[in-house]
């Protein structure tokens, strides 16, 4: 069985339908879709080693199915430098959790690769009760929250729909590069649209899935978070 048959299998045993993002983004990396080194650490000492392994800086995540937001629960810690940062940051988001959710479940804090500042992109499924899985791509922030500027298409996604997706957004002169805005790399993004298609096509069983940020880089991109919920 593949992972991520297993991974939803593991999750519907446990009763879960929202999945970690470790597991999620297992998912990614078993669909082609680039994610930032990650590794689940269980004390400080794992913590620090595994920062070690993937390489400062890092980011430090709650890793918890009672905590969906993780930022809002004082969950996530970027830019951590060295392993006196990553020890000390392991406490401060066990005690945030604590503090936030005096009840949660915690499975351990995500270590991962910091990705550098880029354009932020959005990437999503939803199943649509009438057209089925249904694909979203966006920029991040403003541009989704406040100007609504995304495109959605029906999947499966052929290659030339995700470069529409993407050509037709009325931000895609800024994807194009535009005073410090570097050019991102349109073929990674046609590409993560297109693995994403693929996923949520072959696992009808995901009812939405959230790739955001992706950092889009002049060469290549990186999902940062991914968050995937079941039916
Ligand atoms: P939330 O569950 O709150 O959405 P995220 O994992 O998206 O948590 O983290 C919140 C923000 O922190 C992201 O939107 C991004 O700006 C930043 N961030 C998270 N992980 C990384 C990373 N690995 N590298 C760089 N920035 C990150
Ligand atoms: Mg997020």
């Known amino acids: 069985m593949d992972h991520t048959t297993k991974i939803i299998a593991q999750a519907k045993i446990e009763g879960r339908v929202v999945l ?8 990614c990396v ?8 990650f590794k689940v650490a269980c004390n400080e000492g794992e913590a620090t080693a595994f920062a070690v392994e ?16 993780k930022s809002d629960a004082g969950g996530v810690l970027i830019n951590l430098k060295n392993a006196t940062e990553v020890t000390s940051g392991y406490r401060k988001i066990m005690e945030n959790a604590k503090s936030y959710k005096p009840d949660a ?31 979203m791509f966006g ?12 495109n959605f298409r029906i999947a499966p996604l052929t290659a030339d729909d995700a470069k529409e997706m ?3 957004l009325k931000a895609y002169p800024l994807l194009k590069g535009f005073r410090n805005t570097p050019p991102a790399d349109i073929n990674a993004l046609i590409s993560i649209l297109c693995s994403t298609s693929r996923l949520v ?3 009808p069983e995901i009812k939405e899935l959230d790739l955001n940020p992706v950092m889009a880089y002049p060469n290549g991109a990186k999902t940062v978070d991914a968050r995937i919920i079941l039916e």
């Open 20 to 27: 970690l993002e470790p597991e999620a983004k297992t998912i």
């Open 30 to 37: 078993e669909y082609g879709i680039p994610v930032t080194k």
């Open 54 to 69: 993937i390489g400062f800086p890092v980011v430090l995540k709650i890793v918890s199915p009672d905590i969906i937001h």
């Open 105 to 135: 479940k915690i499975v351990g804090v995500l270590v991962q690769e910091m990705a550098p500042q880029s354009t932020e992109i959005i990437v999503g499924a939803i199943k649509d009760s009438q057209f089925g899985q249904t694909i």
């Open 139 to 150: 920029l991040g922030g403003i541009f989704v929250e406040v100007l609504k500027d995304v």
């Open 166 to 168: 993407i050509t037709q």
């Open 201 to 203: 096509m072959e696992h």
